[in-house]
């Protein structure tokens, strides 16, 4: 306890001794220190949080919370409240508090097991709707990008009293983190399809919180035309550019790629028919002969057959239906007739038409002219029509032009990559500096708290000699009382060698080197002691007069 007070009253001591500006520093530096203190313990004691609940919608993320809340459980919100997380130890007690709050548990095929036996038919129909619309909205909210879903299905009412059938149709609204792709929305469209019968793809909806309409009744997936041509010409023009490239030599051809892209989808049936190459399918023949006098053959025509009629003479040969002939005198006229029946070829085609069909493209390539020498532009036609596929029955047309490149572009790149090379430079520059200054302020800082930390912990000198340090030798030098140093000073050389003085005077006059040298060795010690410390000299020479006159 008496190290502690007296520790306590040094540390009053040296503070006492510190100037204004020491003060403050020592002030800042406790500060510094508290507060960096308080900063780690905080950190220290904070709880691990973990996932609770993410992509969950804003009224899910209100009934959640309030349970939190009601339960004293810290929590923190993040994506825009979509995302819950709670401390680890908390995380599965919390889960099984707020399960039911989920509007995951209170859809889909669950609706069907409160329903009672004496539910109406009107009843059973709208709660088995609700049920497959649960199961959808539950099931398209499992696609990525996509926190939230709701699927509505307009049924029409069957009767027996028309034969007019009205087809089922569906919307969807999503709510989307991210835009979807065109793969995603024809996955949501096929999926609720598929889900009730007589339900088609071209007969579902599905618009997003933006208002955006995905997918259209009767017109399929929005925008499924415009992707399947950008996708198309930059997989045509990847493909031409690379051949050219390994060609030419990289930057020597630019080529662009045009193409029409049907976005159209239906049904498409159409009949062909052609004449037949066998024989004839069915044949008749039939002969007239005249009486006496004058007759004349009548004319006929062929029967239709059932797959087509085709009647031909068979003294001419011609596409008649009946050859005769005529004569006069007492004799008489005959003609005969042949009828053939030929089969007719019949192709019925039934097409769909899906969007992204392909009407025709156009492809534009330059040659630099300043560079590329001794290729005609005929090879370089050639080869991009065969890398392309390029159809010229459907339309498709290939344009190759050899013209000098614009370097405009060139050097404004080299220039702004000067600039930028020159600014990342300057940055570096800027970071190398404000990095030594905060090392420089660092160091600075640490030794000036390392300096004030030990000049508070330092033992202060003794302002009054101990008494150990000055001991009573026999013998001793009666000027200075009968003491002399033994400790401080190493002692003195023996009695005798100061000058005579009176009693109870110090010497006044300078003392005589004794013929060795440890008499000299300690003069010069006394004198760089006076030297260096002046204050500390005058202090032991006050205690020494104190003692002398104490005697």
């Known amino acids: 306890m008496k190290r502690l007070n007296g520790a306590g009253t040094r540390a009053l001591e040296t503070i006492k001794q510190f100037t204004v500006a020491q003060r403050t520093i020592a002030i800042i530096g406790v500060a510094v220190l508290v507060l960096g203190g308080v900063a780690l313990v905080n950190y220290l004691g904070q709880p691990s949080y973990q996932v609770l609940y993410s992509n969950i919608s804003a009224s899910e993320a209100s009934a959640v919370t309030a349970q939190l809340d009601k339960d004293k459980v810290q929590y923190q919100l993040q994506d825009g409240g979509q995302t819950i997380l709670v401390p680890n130890a908390a995380v599965n007690a919390e889960r099984l508090a707020t399960a039911t709050l989920l509007s995951s548990g209170a859809g889909g095929y669950s609706l069907l097991d409160n329903m009672g036996v004496t539910a109406s038919e009107f009843q059973q129909n709208v709660t088995y709707k609700r049920a497959i619309e649960g199961e959808l909205a539950n099931t398209i909210e499992a696609i990525n990008g996509v926190s939230s879903a709701s ?39 096929h999926l609720v399809a ?53 060609v030419l030599g990289p930057g020597n051809a630019v080529v662009t790629v045009a193409a029409d892209v049907s976005s159209s989808s239906g049904r498409k049936t159409s009949e062909t028919y052609s004449g037949a190459n066998g024989p004839a399918f069915s044949e008749s023949s039939s002969k007239t002969t005249g009486g006496a006098g004058s007759g ?32 006069s005198g007492s004799g008489g006229a005959s003609s005969t007739s042949v009828v053939k029946n030929n089969a007719v070829n019949k192709t019925t085609t039934d097409e769909t038409i899906v969007p992204g069909t392909l009407n025709r493209q156009t492809i534009a390539v330059a040659l630099n002219a300043s560079t590329v020498t001794g290729v005609s532009t005929g090879s370089i036609t050639q080869m991009v029509t065969n890398a392309a596929g390029v159809n010229l029955s459907r339309g498709d047309t290939v344009s190759v032009t050899s013209v000098p490149f614009s370097t405009a572009a060139a050097k404004t790149a080299a220039s702004a990559l000067a600039q930028s090379q020159k600014a990342a430079g300057a940055n570096q520059m800027t970071d190398i500096i404000t990095t030594a200054i905060k090392v420089v302020g660092g160091l600075v800082l640490f030794i000036l708290v390392t300096g004030l930390l030990r000049k508070l912990f330092r033992k202060p000198e003794p302002t009054t000699a101990d008494a150990g340090v000055l001991n009573i030798v026999p013998g001793g030098d009666p000027a200075l009382g009968g003491y002399a140093p033994t400790q401080q000073l190493g002692g003195f050389a023996a009695p005798g060698q100061l ?14 080197a004794p013929a060795d040298g440890a008499f000299a060795q300690l003069q010069a010690d006394v004198d760089a002691l006076a030297g260096s410390d002046p204050n500390q000299t005058a202090e032991y020479l006050r205690a020494l007069m104190g003692d002398r006159a104490g005697v």
Do not use: C, H, W
Request: proline share 4%; aromatic share 2%; net charge negative.
């Open 151 to 189: 699927v509505q299905l307009a049924i029409p009412q069957q009767s027996v009293f028309t034969d007019q059938k009205e087809d089922p149709t569906a919307s969807v609204f999503v709510n989307v983190s991210s835009p979807l792709t065109t793969d995603q929305v024809n996955a949501i469209v």
């Open 194 to 246: 598929a889900a009730y019968p007589g339900l088609t793809t071209d007969n579902v909806s599905v618009v997003d919180q933006r208002g955006d309409t995905l997918s259209s009744v009767g017109s399929g997936t929005a925008g499924s035309g415009s992707d399947a041509a950008a996708d198309y010409e930059q997989a045509t023009k990847n493909a031409v550019q690379a051949m050219l490239d390994k």
């Open 296 to 327: 004349t053959a009548g004319s006929g025509n062929g029967v239709s057959g059932v797959l087509g009629t085709d009647t031909t003479d068979t003294s001419t040969g011609g596409n008649s239906a009946t050859a005769g002939g005529s004569g």
């Open 499 to 512: 000058q005579t003085g009176g009693p109870g005077t110090a010497p006044t006059v300078a003392l005589n």
